[in-house]
């Protein structure tokens, strides 16, 4: 759910000004990663958290976040789509990867009421985005209060976020190192005197 979150969020805010993000999720929470700063203030006074037309803007997030591309690749597959190779000499994972994107390319410029572009939609929304809990999701947003907070450093529950981009990089030292080198500052400064001291911004959810 948090990864339809995370694509929902970025597709509304992307409604307010030309912006790009890179998503992660996982359980604890999401990421929407910015070159520039994102509006937040201006997202959440438009409806950001808001259950209305939530059908609409997830069908639109998820051509954005290419969640339904992915899924149309074991949709394809199983249709007997994509040709896999022979026995011994099957093809490799980015080779039917491209194969199924180019599928899902065609049908969706000249044939969008494809059924199978349609079953890649409704299994990334029943069981990837878990519409129904995201929709009570919002409206329990909805009925709190929601606070925008500047931050110095990522907090404790975001730390397994960065953990998580750090493992899409190209790197010759070992990931335990990599985990103990990037949370060695954050200790540290945890560990010193606070003054006040402003930083980047994220936001946070109460009832």
Avoid: C, W
């Avoid at 990089?169 to 560990?191: N, T, V, Y």
């Amino acid at each position: 759910m948090h990864e339809g979150l995370a694509a929902l969020f970025a597709y509304r805010i992307a409604q307010l000004g030309p912006i790009s993000f890179t998503l992660a999720a996982n359980d604890y929470g999401l990421e929407l990663l910015a070159s520039e700063r994102a509006p937040i203030d201006e997202a959440i006074a438009a409806g950001l958290f808001s259950p209305d037309h939530l059908l609409y803007d997830i069908a639109a997030s998820l051509n954005a976040a290419e969640l339904a591309r992915r899924q149309f690749r074991e949709i394809a597959r199983v249709a007997g789509l994509i040709f896999q190779g022979y026995p011994g000499v099957n093809k490799s994972v980015k080779q039917v990867q491209a194969s199924s994107e180019l599928l899902y390319d065609v049908f969706a410029r000249y044939d969008p009421d494809n059924l199978l572009l349609f079953q890649a939609h409704r299994e990334v929304l029943e069981r990837q985005l878990e519409q129904s809990r995201l929709g009570r999701t919002l409206e329990r947003i909805t009925r709190g209060r929601v606070s925008v907070i500047e931050v110095e450093r990522p907090t404790p529950l975001a730390f397994p976020l960065l953990v998580d981009r750090a493992r899409e990089q190209l790197s010759s030292e070992k990931f335990g190192d990599r985990i103990r080198r990037m949370a060695a500052p954050l200790e540290k400064a945890a560990d010193a005197p606070r003054f006040g001291r402003k930083g980047s911004r994220g936001f946070r959810s109460g009832g």
